[in-house]
């Protein structure tokens, strides 16, 4: 379906980045994308896919609205404390662009809901701050072949890592295991787990639009404390359990 006049009116200033234009804005909005909570980190994330024109945004996320995740939960608003966060949530980005369609799961990720929420998607954002929650999204992303923006933040750090079935290392490459010293409450400020969300968010925008060049095998670090940026290269392991058997 080519671009409507609304289209070209509301995405305006987006179409002239040279190699998205008129067939990168015609392929996000066909594009579904999932996203895996939508707290500090996965509400800026839906927020700018939203602002981009995708097509529909799947997100699971459970839990009322405390008043603590107001330092980063930017998609929520203070009357929203003590209430259900979907519903702010599904609020929120359709007041914001109705032309996206918006469908909020309840809960959060498990072994029930993960393979039925992974095929109504063609990118999964993960966005959840437990192992468990990431693991299963991997997995299931590598049974479907379908690609994965692993992010994650803790303090003043952010790590970004775009995972491509059979193309790039998956997460249990680099995380056989939860790691030992991971602790659920982590401190964060809201600019960070923006910005871990921001850079997730166009590392999606570029694989489903198809331009630039998205950091495949190179997971993104950023420490906030000193402003350093850094690209490190990471691999396969053969032996993973989740993906050592997946080939281009
Ligand atoms: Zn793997």
């Known amino acids: 379906m080519p671009l409507t006049d609304l289209d070209r009116s509301l995405y305006e200033w987006q179409l002239d980045v040279p190699g998205f234009g008129e067939s990168g804005q015609e392929k996000l ?16 994330l839906a927020f700018s896919l939203a ?5 529909k945004l799947v997100i699971a996320h459970a839990g009322d609205l405390r ?3 107001l330092n980063r939960q930017i998609l929520m608003r203070h009357d929203d404390v003590g209430k259900p966060r979907a519903e702010s949530l599904a609020a929120t980005l359709r007041a914001f662009n ?12 498990t072994e029930a809901n993960a393979a039925e929420l992974v ?12 192992f468990e929650e990431r693991f299963l999204m991997n997995r299931e992303c590598v049974r479907q072949g379908k690609p994965l923006i692993d992010c994650a933040m803790f303090s003043l750090e952010g790590q970004i890592l775009p995972i491509v079935p059979g193309q790039t ?5 680099l995380y056989p295991e939860i790691p030992e010293h991971w602790k659920r409450r982590f401190p964060v400020i809201g600019a960070v787990s923006a910005l871990a969300a921001n850079i ?8 489903l639009a198809g331009f630039g060049e998205v950091s495949l095998n190179r997971m993104i670090y950023f420490d906030t404390a000193t402003m350093r940026f850094q690209q490190i290269q990471v691999q396969r392991n053969p032996d993973c359990a989740v993906c050592q058997h997946v080939s281009l």
């Open 169 to 173: 290392p998956c997460l249990a490459c």
């Open 119 to 130: 095929a109504k998607a063609d990118i999964v954002f993960g966005a959840a701050p437990l």
């Open 51 to 55: 602002a981009a024109g995708i097509g």
């Open 200 to 207: 997730g968010a166009m590392e999606g925008i570029k694989l």
């Open 29 to 44: 909005r066909s594009s579904t994308a999932l996203i895996s909570r939508a707290g500090g980190l996965g509400g800026p």
């Open 98 to 109: 109705p032309q996206v369609e918006v469908e909020v799961i309840p809960e959060n990720i």
């Open 67 to 69: 008043l603590d995740d």
